[in-house]
């Protein structure tokens, strides 16, 4: 127990320990945990019952089951075969131009964002079949990886986006807000992506495919939009209130479901059960590092700590007050996971971005896609050591290629820093109602 | 021991089952709670919305417990692979990870107690069997820790993880993919165009 004049030494320790739990690889989860256990000791006015109360809190919402539902829904959607429908309705498309695959591999991901929500699904999918392909066909193997990792970041931007669901839980963000406020910067992404995809074409000098007959490209179509079309479901149904996000995400799993045993007749039980398990296990891991820092986001509320920070950092001007929150999340996010480090950085920058006059549905768009940039940068790029694993080479090797492509993701990033309309313009055009008067 | 890993093998598959059937209740639940909403003719159940937040609590907690059997938590890997100080927080881990686990029994019970009090708002249910989530894990989670600190102590440290913990996040991923390598792409020959535009 501290006596009472050392508490002001408590803010401080909250952080200390976390930082020396997480060092010590204790698991994130439980590092949350384990900061709240040790202020039990040392601080009579928190509780057991407290940090207990707390944790359940953490998990006390509804709209977090959207996240192992839409989890559910990306895995069901892979078991299906649907990126196989994407790549070839894609390759139609793009076939008669140079480095077809690289561009490919980008306009699937934007489909497939619309679809699943997560990025590693993602990298996996799109990877497991572009990579050996663009190898074929002469791309160097560093730039298959690079565009592979980097074009599956899209998947958290473009709705539906796990990330968003746990960002609008913790942060009390509209989550349909933020669905409609990611669509152009995902896309911008997506240009700006096949602009770097350009410029390596021609360096490498890569060749085109054969234009693909009328009858292929009318069928793949009809087999790529049926697909396609579930982000329209999703956000069509909320705006409309016919459905919650969380009751959204069942009903993407409804069409999963419809897609993969009526339509394309790809699924089976036994692969439902197998998509089914992995993602609880999968999800409880995730979410259960949310209810650990469910417990942390109290302790920094209980100690003041934001108005200390507030007192501390002198930025009244938004947008460098935004560019340094964004790069403080860009470096965290590149040793981190981020759900755990959202649910760690959302609550403590909220209070800074709103006071400074910050619209949250911006700020929660900036901070997701700082955090998820973190995907693809060393040491903890899940999206790059997917990719480079399936391409078969050192996670170094690609670095190079990836960075020119993050280079370019960092520009509209600063872009949408700058002019929040990017992101808040089609939410206030379509749904004023989902993100408020401001 | 080995009857130990009998028995937590044996606890996995129950668990195993017992998330999917939590699964399988709260997304009935919501769908029934779409369509009686939309559809007149389905009566609404006042229940749905609570007891599917009660199925999810509870898969996040089994799940939590599971993923320490395997050491799938996510952990900051801040040394070198193989280095001295790489180790120690190898061990550490293990060892910290068994005082989470008696604070979630002992003090996790005495919070459960406390649900007895409390009923959740529309079905009137007694919140302990909720708020137990948390002692029901600790119990699970320390099982699976004397197991592998067993395993440690016996058979070393390599050993206990080759034996125990699971594959990389990537290659997991990879194998949830599950995907035929080239499906869509076997018939396309590209037309070699080289240095022509």
Known sequence: MLSPELFFLLPWLLFGLLGVFITLGIPIAFSLVLTAMTIVLLDPRVTAWVVFQRMYNGMDSFVLLA??????????????EVTDKLIRFALNIFGRFRGALANVN???????????????????????????????EGYPTAFAVAVTAASSVI??????????????????????????????????IGLSQFTVNYWFVRKFNIPAHEPAPMREILSSARDGLLAAAIPVIIIGGIRMGWFTPTEAAVVAVAYALFLGFVVYRTLNGRKVLEASSATVRLASLSLFSLVGASVFGYLISFYQIPPKLMGGIDITDPIVLLFVMAAVMLIIGTFMDSLPAMAIMGPLFLPLALSAGIHPVHFGIVGVMALGFGLITPPYGLCLMIASKIGGIALLKAMGPTMVYLAGMLMVLSAIIVFPEIALGLPRLIAPELIGVR | ????DTFNRAIEKIIEYVLLLLLGFFLCLILYQVLSRNLPVLPPIYWTEEFSRFAFQWTVMLGTALGVYHADHFVLDAFKRGSRLDRFTRYV????????????????????????RRTSTAAKMPMFYVY???????????????????????????AMEEALNSAPPEEIALREGDLDPQGPLRRKTPKNTNGEG
Not at chain 2, 96 to 115: D, Q, S
């Open chain 1, 67 to 80: 996240v192992p539902i839409f989890l559910l829904a990306g895995n069901l959607i892979n078991k299906a």
């Open chain 1, 106 to 136: 980008v306009a699937v991901s934007i489909m497939f964002a619309g679809v699943s929500g997560s990025s590693t699904a993602d990298s996996a999918g799109v990877g497991a079949i572009l990579i050996p392909s663009m190898k074929r």
């Open chain 1, 155 to 188: 998947g958290i931007i473009i709705p539906p986006s796990i990330n968003m669901i746990v960002w609008g839980a913790l942060t009390n963000t509209s989550i349909g807000g933020m669905f409609l406020a990611g669509i152009v910067p995902g896309i911008l």
């Open chain 2, 1 to 4: 021991m080995s009857a130990l």
């Open chain 2, 93 to 116: 881990r293990e060892f910290v990870l068994v005082g989470i686990a008696i604070f979630f029994i002992v003090k996790g019970w005495e919070y459960a107690e406390t649900g007895w």
């Open chain 2, 132 to 158: 137990v989530t948390f002692f029901v894990c600790g119990v699970i989670m320390l099982l699976f820790k004397i197991q592998r600190i067993w395993m440690l102590l016996t058979q070393g440290l390599d």
